[in-house]
């Protein structure tokens, strides 16, 4: 009996133990975490998006040595370019040997592609061809340099990746060829068609500046503007071409139509730094592979869906890589990266949350929107914040014409272009249903303006409301706050008088300023969605107020400072009344600025921009008006003072900011010696 307790004791203990390090098992499966971007852009984690599932070390027993590029074959084979053995390696994802090709013939080969047919193609930098075997490895065709003058005589031809299309178009990445994708037809032994997707040289405004002043000599010392090489490529299904280049910024992916044409645009710059390699999805999706070892999955738009995996640190953990060569998908989306630094592929499959959002991709891209729906709802009940599903849903929901869920699904994407599309169908309804009595209202109006004006030339109804505001119009809290206006009419004459009949005063420029500080607060946090650029719920009410507050006192005091230096006349009361009153236009315009922000779409938006360009353009001239007329200057002198007083607040915040580090360092030297003293009066 004692034994039997003893026993069942064990039995639990390994029990409870066996389910305390389930967790950890788990998490040594999956060494990384997976990120995606939100509607503002900005990368924040999410679910698991792929399990690193196996690692293959060698294919039977042949090892590979510095492999530079993988396949997936249609029917499930893995072709390997083994470069440093140069030969083909074929095998299957259970790391079965299938057999090995190109013994003998390939010295170096960097690219294989296997068409629908069986026929494979090499593309083999050392010996400047590419080379095509059949399915059981024999070498039925090469091809080497174009001979057409329009390839360039001078330029080698060092083919290290291609795909080829139906019609048997070979597409070519050759070694430091800047012209772009070679195109080569089959026919006639090899027919140069021109170059294909070629990348654009980036040219900043300082080197135009740059090459227009200096002499030839010089130029010609200046590191030459050329395009860079792409990086690798793949085809989809449907003949389109995808391409990476390392440092083309936002043009690192790309994805080409016949014509050559990006159909790209999205601008997230969200792209790898170092790509070596992609492969189109099964989805309408696309895989890029980072040297580093981060998968990063977008659609067919060039959004990004997820990026997992990562450097390994020397733990040579499963699902982390040295140094990616290649990127394959197989039918079942499980995602093979080539590993040349350690000479193996590692397999990742797609969870749960990732097969939902693939089956969205893809019933989403058939038109099937109602179908969509499903997988996208599941994917908003396992992540509810998950950005891309919001826009897809909503989208799902404008093709099924329910609009105001399109535009309540567009608003937590944050899709503007979803939601400006949605909320043009909602007013364009509203409208067709109230246009008439808007019209009627307006009408009335009009004529009640008449009647009120008919009635009042006869009877003078209005002459007790007009004794009224007269009277209200002598108080000088009211004369101060009106006279604001006439400024913003009138700068120049009103500015003499702040400078000369009294029109400075603290209490009228504070209420202008307050109100300019609570027209931007509302504007800033309430305005239309698509006119918005803070993320929702986020409020910094109180750093704003004392930003504004800071800025309007620096820019006083400096002004100040400045303008007496240079014998000015104007005194702090009425360089700050002056300044207050420049900001009236903000305050009569904005309302209008946030009224349009609430009805517009993105067609229309150019009209708060013009709006808001106005506001400060005469913000800025009536400004530049009041410190002429004020300081009594000539308009050299104005300019004088401007640049002065810009120089002097660059200097005085420059000042706060070393203060503010400085102190810091005092505040973290005091906390730290606080702790420390704690720490061992404790001990």
């Known amino acids: 009996m004692q034994k039997l307790k ?44 792929y399990l690193a599932h196996s690692t293959i070390t060698k294919f039977g027993e042949e090892s590979l040595a510095s492999p530079s590029d993988i396949f997936i074959a249609s029917d499930g084979l893995i072709y390997v370019a083994d470069s440093g053995n140069a030969r083909i390696v074929i095998g299957d994802m259970n790391g079965e040997l299938v057999g090995i090709i190109g013994e003998g013939t390939l010295k170096n080969p960097r690219g294989v592609f296997v068409t629908g047919a069986g026929e494979i193609y090499v593309a083999d930098r050392d010996a400047g061809k590419i080379f095509i075997f059949d399915k059981q490895g024999t070498l039925t ?11 360039g005589d001078e330029v080698s ?9 139906d019609a048997g178009i070979m597409f070519v990445v050759c070694e430091s060829n800047t012209n772009g994708i070679v195109e080569i037809s089959p026919t006639d032994g090899g027919t140069f068609l021109g170059y294909f997707g070629t990348n654009f040289a980036a040219t900043s405004l300082t080197t135009i500046i740059y090459r227009a ?27 389109l071409i ?66 997992f995996g990562g450097p390994d640190d020397g733990s040579q953990r499963v699902g982390l890589s040295t140094m990616v060569s290649g990127i394959a998908i197989d039918s079942a989306d499980r995602i093979y990266v080539l590993d040349s630094d350690k000479a193996q592929i590692q397999i990742y499959t797609p969870t749960e949350f990732t097969d939902l959002l693939h089956s969205a991709l893809y019933l989403y891209s058939k038109g099937r929107y109602t179908e969509a729906k499903e997988p996208l709802g599941k994917i908003l009940g396992m992540n509810s914040m998950f950005d891309y599903a919001n826009k897809a849903m909503g989208r799902c929901c404008f093709q099924e014409d329910n609009y105001s869920e399109a535009l309540r699904y567009a608003r937590l994407a944050k899709d503007y272009n979803g939601y400006s599309d949605a909320f043009w169908e909602i007013r364009n309804v509203w ?66 008088g702040i400078a000369a009949e009294g029109r400075a005063t603290w209490i009228v420029s504070t209420v202008l300023l307050v109100i300019f500080m609570i027209e931007f607060i509302i504007n800033k946090y309430t305005c239309g969605f698509l006119m918005k650029t803070v993320m929702e719920g ?31 006349e104007g005194t702090v009361k009425k360089i700050y009344t002056f300044f207050c009153y420049s900001l009236t236009p903000y305050i009569v315009l904005t309302p209008l600025t946030y009224l349009l922000s609430h009805v517009l779409t993105n067609n229309e938006m150019f009209l708060p921009g013009m709006l808001a360009i106005l506001t400060y353009g005469w913000i800025a001239v009536i400004a530049v008006i009041g410190l002429k007329e004020v300081n009594n200057f000539t308009m050299g002198q104005t300019v004088k003072v401007i640049l002065l007083t810009a120089f002097a607040a660059l200097i005085l915040a420059l000042l706060i900011f070393i203060i503010y580090v400085l102190w810091a360092q005092v505040f973290e030297f005091i906390f730290a010696l606080g702790g420390e003293g704690v720490y061992r009066l404790g001990n």
């Open 6 to 49: 003893r026993l069942s004791a064990a039995v639990l203990i390994a029990a409870v133990i066996g389910m305390m390090l389930l967790p950890f098992t788990a998490f040594a499966d999956t060494p990384y975490v997976t990120y995606t971007i939100n509607g503002y852009g900005q990368i924040r984690q999410t679910q698991t998006a």
């Open 141 to 151: 065709g090469e091809y080497g340099k174009p001979s057409s003058p329009l390839y």
């Open 157 to 165: 031809f060092l083919p290290i990746k291609l795909v080829v299309n």
């Open 213 to 239: 002043i200096l002499t030839d000599a010089q130029r010609a010392k200046m590191v030459s503007n050329i395009p860079a090489t792409p990086t690798n490529l793949t085809i989809d299904d449907k003949g």
């Open 242 to 307: 995808y391409t990476v280049t390392r440092g083309n910024k936002n043009d690192t992916l790309k994805r080409l139509n016949i014509a050559g044409t990006n159909m790209i645009s999205n601008h997230d710059d969200t792209y790898a730094d170092t790509p070596t390699a992609v492969a189109a999805g099964n989805h309408d999706n696309v895989y890029v592979a980072d040297q580093q070892g981060y998968i990063f999955e977008y659609n067919n738009e060039g959004e990004m869906l997820f990026v």
């Open 431 to 496: 409208l067709k249903n109230n246009i008439m009595i808007v019209i009627l209202v307006l009408v009335l109006i009009w004529v009640a303006v008449k009647v009120i004006k008919s009635l009042d030339k006869k009877k003078h109804i209005l002459d007790k409301p007009r004794k009224f505001f007269r009277k209200l119009k002598k108080n000088r809290f009211i004369s101060d706050f009106c006279y604001a206006f006439r400024y913003m009419r009138k700068p120049a004459d009103s500015a003499y």
């Open 538 to 568: 986020r409020y910094e009410i109180l750093g704003d107020i004392g930003a504004i507050a800071a800025i309007v006192a620096a820019v006083t005091a400096c002004t100040y400072l400045v303008s007496t230096i240079n014998e000015g």
